[in-house]
């Protein structure tokens, strides 16, 4: 079965307590690969924010909108390469994707349910911490921006 080409636009969410501990995961596909939650669109109409939801959702079981919670839109954008081994994913002469940056704060630390086709292993870090174990440059630049954030995050 053929899948559909993946929509050029996706989502970063960092998922975070008031206290700057940073949810990361393992990629099932790149082991060392430490990320937050990422996805694409599932179509063009789907908003950024009905993406981050979902993609908290499938990749970590938790409910960006349960009560405690806090789902931010930062309104920031990254533009960026697509990974050569990636790009099979994407139409023919697609090389770049738009990544919108969320926040989703925690009370604190949640145990998560990962899916294991996507993700191995999980864990909880201070901020600091978190951006350096990151594979992702625009990831861990996201992470940084924790601290300067201030009152959007809670």
Not at 51 to 79: I, S
């Amino acid at each position: 079965m053929n899948r559909p080409p993946k929509i050029p636009q996706s989502v970063l969410v960092v998922i975070h307590t008031p206290d700057l501990h940073v949810l990361l995961i393992e990629r099932a596909d790149a082991p060392g690969f430490w990320q937050s939650v990422t996805g694409a669109k599932d179509f063009a109409e789907e908003t950024w924010g009905q993406t981050a939801a979902r993609e908290v959702a499938e990749e970590t079981g938790l409910d960006a909108h349960a009560p405690g919670h806090r789902l931010r839109d930062w309104g920031l954008e990254n533009v960026y390469e697509i990974y050569p081994q990636w790009r099979h994913r994407y139409a023919p002469g697609v090389t770049h994707n738009t990544e919108r940056l969320f926040g989703l704060c925690v009370p604190a630390p949640l145990p998560v349910r990962l899916n294991p086709r996507e993700h191995t292993a999980q864990g909880w870090w201070p901020w600091a911490q978190a951006a350096e174990r990151c594979f992702s440059p625009s990831n861990a630049e996201a992470i940084l921006w924790l601290p300067r954030l201030g009152g959007m995050m809670v």
